[in-house]
């Protein structure tokens, strides 16, 4: 019978994790906890990756099915023994992708007073700008995130917002083509994201469309990372953790700095392929795959002779969904692997937690509400309407 296993909110990022002096385990953060695992060497060592598999994706379209389940195949292999893997060949105009990295760097060029213009405080989803430093005040990465905002026009392919929805997104006045290109970019990494999430159905041995309805209105985002010059001697500019969503859909220039942990506690280098997206699959996949497809820990660094930049892509379930297991992944008589985990109350915590001092969120805990009222929908809802149900 499977053990039960609880998913904590929205893994933190946790800085300074490694303990530099142990040098017989790995740390990393795991659903907000710190984590370890024994490094394993000679006739102690586990059968593991050492490398990132490649998979071509450029048939994901294909009208055959028997096309599009051989490219699921390799997907389940990639999934089950490593947990991250390249699309080479992705149905995404290179054009777009390698605009919207040069729009990238042009933006974390602006200067300083601008981009905190857009610091995610001033966003009640917390959308926009933030800095990271390293303990001696070096700036360690900055980071732009924008994400489902149906308020936003180029969002309504999708659906639109209702009237009076607070609008999250943040766009700086001092770049006025940076929308433009983001979003045509955005556009098609979606539509390349929806394919996928039919691969990882066929994957896991479901119908094509069985996860879709999870994904229905997904809780998606692009969160572009700056990473500057970095002093060798420095810790990663993002500390080693498992994603805690859908799947990540990676584009990096061409610099470099992505690891992966294999089960020996060995870092698995992901260097840049031109064009490729790098995949990962998170926690709420592990989830819906009754822990089949695992969310790998990985971390980045910053490079110590040039910048570093990369433009990830989450796409991870619709707030409203109530994740389990599939059941058709639950063999009759057992137990789900996971406890249902609620992505609407588990996001709205996870922010919280992360960002205890945010305006929006010291607001909500003023007006005490209850654990059952703070659900996602809040952040896209005006103040005066949430006062008004507190009362």
């Excluded at 777009?96 to 974390?108: P, S, Y």
């Excluded at 433009?180 to 119908?207: C, P, S, T």
């Amino acid at each position: 019978m499977a053990t039960t296993t609880t998913l904590t909110s929205v893994a933190t990022i946790l800085t300074d994790i490694q303990d530099r002096t142990d040098t017989t385990r790995v740390y990393y953060g795991s659903g907000g906890y710190r984590m370890s695992r024994p490094v394993l060497t000679g006739s102690n060592a586990k059968k593991t990756f050492d490398s990132i598999p490649t998979i071509d994706v450029a048939d994901i379209y294909s009208p055959d099915l028997e096309v599009r389940r051989a490219i699921a195949k390799e997907v389940a292999k990639a999934c089950e023994e490593v947990g991250f893997f390249y699309a080479v060949n992705p149905p995404v105009s290179y054009e777009k992708m390698d605009a919207g990295l040069e729009i990238v760097k042009t933006f974390f060029r602006l200067p300083s007073e601008e981009l905190l213009k857009l610091h995610v405080d001033n966003s009640q989803g917390v959308k926009g700008y933030l800095p990271f430093k390293f303990k001696d005040g070096s700036n360690r990465r900055a980071s732009y995130s924008l994400g489902r905002d149906y308020t936003n026009p180029e969002q309504h392919f999708v659906t639109v917002a209702p009237p009076g929805t607070v609008s999250v997104n943040q766009w700086p006045e001092a770049l006025p083509e940076f929308r433009k290109v983001i979003y045509e970019y955005y556009q098609d990494v979606f539509q390349f994201a929806r394919k996928m999430l039919q691969i990882f159905a066929l994957a896991l041995g479901l119908e094509e469309t069985d996860l879709d309805e999870t994904f229905r209105y997904p809780l998606n985002d692009i969160t572009m990372q700056y990473y500057p010059i970095q002093d060798p001697n420095e810790q990663s500019s993002i500390s080693p953790h498992a994603d805690y969503g859908g799947f990540t859909l990676l584009y990096q220039d061409q610099v470099g700095g992505l690891e992966v942990l294999n089960a020996n506690g060995i870092w698995v280098p992901a260097p840049p392929k031109e064009h490729a997206y790098v995949v990962n699959t998170g926690s709420y996949m592990e989830v819906l795959s009754n822990g089949r497809f695992p969310a790998t820990v990985h971390r980045a660094f910053g490079n110590t002779s040039c910048e570093r930049f990369s433009l990830p892509f989450f796409f991870n379930p619709d707030p409203s969904s109530i994740i389990t297991p599939h059941p058709k992944l639950v063999a009759e008589g057992d137990r789900p692997a996971f406890e249902p985990q609620d992505v609407s109350r588990r996001q709205i915590k996870g922010l919280m937690t992360n960002r205890p001092d945010h305006p929006f969120f010291k607001k909500l805990r003023e007006l005490g509400l209850k654990d059952e009222d703070l659900t996602f929908d809040l952040v896209s809802k005006p103040i005066e309407e949430i006062v008004a149900m507190s009362s």
